[in-house]
């Protein structure tokens, strides 16, 4: 599990048909309270945008997150920090 903060979306012109309904949104990876490389995670809680300060789970527990089998996704979204305290 690690942390992020939304920066943007992302908008595909064709999806993997599991992806269909599901935000792609750009994340800045947070380590030790600095920001990291931007990476591209589907948003499970379909409700996180801009400047949302979020954690992530990857690998194939993000795939499983969708409940499909075989699911394109190597890191989701799955909640939100209400505060950080590390200076950005």
Do not use: W
């Amino acid at each position: 599990m690690y942390t992020g903060r939304v920066t943007g979306t992302v908008v595909a012109s064709i999806k993997e048909p599991h992806l269909a309904n599901i935000p792609l949104l750009a994340v800045k990876v947070l380590e030790n309270g600095k920001e990291g490389a931007t990476i591209v995670a589907a948003d499970s809680t379909r409700q996180a945008g801009p400047d949302d300060f979020v954690y992530l789970i990857g690998s194939k527990e993000a795939a499983k997150m969708f409940r499909q089998d075989l699911c394109p996704v190597d890191a989701a979204i799955v909640g939100f920090i209400d505060s950080y305290n590390e200076a950005l």
